[in-house]
């Protein structure tokens, strides 16, 4: 019963390198989001996706690129990474983008650019 | 996109009931309104999810008025274990983007 995987946990990188968050979901679920996380703060939406090939902005997409070739798998690109980057990223995935709808959400990944 | 509003944080001791109050006063006939937990280094999980009136089950209760212009999460006999941020979600029906806010850090005292 995985759920919603991420991968890497964790992760350092120097500025100016790119790398790709994979998330997974298991749950047959269209719709597929991420989310950044700073330091006692709330979450704050990056991109999601309401099905295969769909894929939009959220609150905060500048210096990330998403894809959804498959209804499984939804990974965020950071293009080139910049200290302000450093924060706790989570994908999350639900049957659909309406309120009735309950949200799961992995168990996160910790990015620290240097 | 309803905006809600929640206390930023609260304080309440081991064995009391907490209330926390979400206010969306621009809430849509079709929405639900749906509480989340997160603990520290962990993604939020669901904990209750009503309409209106009053939904039960073991971990809260949510109370939600005739108007539905906000929502209260009641949560019984808290332990150091409910130390957690809550997030009062409503109105995503509409566009597909799902908006959590800060959310109330609650903390338990013993």
């Known amino acids: 019963n995985a759920g919603v995987t991420q991968t890497p946990k964790f992760q350092v990188l120097k500025t100016g390198q790119s790398m790709t968050l994979q998330c997974a979901q298991d749950m047959n679920h269209e719709y597929m989001s991420w989310y950044r996380q700073d330091p006692g703060m709330g979450l704050r939406l990056i991109h999601y996706?309401?099905?295969?090939?769909?894929?939009d902005q959220g609150e905060v997409p500048n210096g990330y690129n998403v894809s959804r070739s498959t209804t499984e798998d939804f990974p965020l690109r950071l293009l080139s990474a910049a200290p302000s980057q450093t924060s706790v990223y989570f994908c999350?995935?639900?049957?659909?983008?309406?309120?009735?709808?309950?949200?799961?959400f992995g168990e996160g990944s910790w990015l620290t650019v240097v | 996109l309803a905006k809600t509003t929640q206390p930023i944080s609260m304080d309440s001791y081991e064995g009391q009931e907490v209330n926390i109050t979400c206010s969306h006063n621009n809430i849509a006939t079709n929405d639900y309104i749906t509480w989340y937990q997160q603990f520290p280094s962990q993604g939020p999980r669901f904990i209750i999810q009503?309409?209106?009136t009053k939904v039960t089950n073991e971990v809260a209760s949510l109370f939600i008025p005739a108007d539905r212009k906000s929502s209260t999460l009641s949560l019984p006999r808290v332990s150091l274990s409910d130390t957690a941020v809550y997030y009062c979600?409503?109105?995503?029906?509409?566009?597909?983007?799902?908006?959590f806010g800060s959310g109330t850090r609650l903390s338990i005292r013993p």
């Open positions: 979600l409503v109105d995503y029906s509409s566009a597909s983007k799902i908006i």
């Open positions: 999350a995935s639900s049957q659909g983008g309406s309120s009735g709808n309950t949200i799961y």
């Open positions: 009503g309409y209106k």
């Open positions: 996706s309401v099905g295969a090939g769909i894929t």
